[in-house]
């Protein structure tokens, strides 16, 4: 068999087992853990389904900060994430004088920039920053590009008891969040 043959038959295969490499490992790319560590404010980014207020009303409780701050996506007639995911703190003994909002937000990156103004007015040096493990390296690159310049440090502590592991794959759900965080890395690469 010639080059040329061998080649032919050969590279789809090649290319399929890096392809399947890749599946396998794409977590590691997607999620970002750090250990929490003493912090001026715990920021929540929306979305969800109550798992990322629920992980920092741990972290205040732990003590790792005295403030956390939500975001506000528009989600009805006048009804924002902000407003949901501050009750639920509140239910989960987070005293309310704790909790600080943003609203108006449609994205990860709008997430960022509008924080801005209220980690300066709260003179926020460092941030924990939670979210679902499969969207905090995206989240947390996305923050540390947005906030260099302020010189605050973003530090990941996504929910701790979310897996989203080497078998993300086999769940319509966790491969439907892979899938749509991969196309918005890429898209955001060429918008930083």
Known sequence: MGWKKWLFYSLPL???????IVLINLHKFLVLEQQPKKADAILVLSGGKGDREAEAAKLYHEGWSDTIIVTGA????????????????????????AIYSYKE?????????????????LDVNTLILVTN????????????????????????????????????????????????????????????
């Open 105 to 121: 937000v449609t994205s990860t990156r709008e997430e960022a920039e509008l924080s801005i103004p209220l980690l300066r007015e």
């Open 74 to 97: 528009l989600v009805g007639w006048e009804t924002y994430t902000s407003e949901i995911m501050t009750e639920h703190l509140i239910e989960l003994d987070v005293p309310k004088d």
């Open 133 to 192: 493990k499969y969207h905090s390296a995206r989240a947390t690159w996305i923050f540390q590009k947005t906030l260099k310049e302020k010189n605050i440090e973003v530090i990941s502590v996504p929910v701790r008891d979310d897996v989203y592991d080497q078998n993300w794959w086999k769940n319509h759900e966790t491969r439907k969040h892979g899938a749509s965080e991969v196309l918005k890395f890429i898209w955001e690469l060429f918008r930083l």
């Open 14 to 20: 090649f290319l399929l087992l890096i392809g399947f």
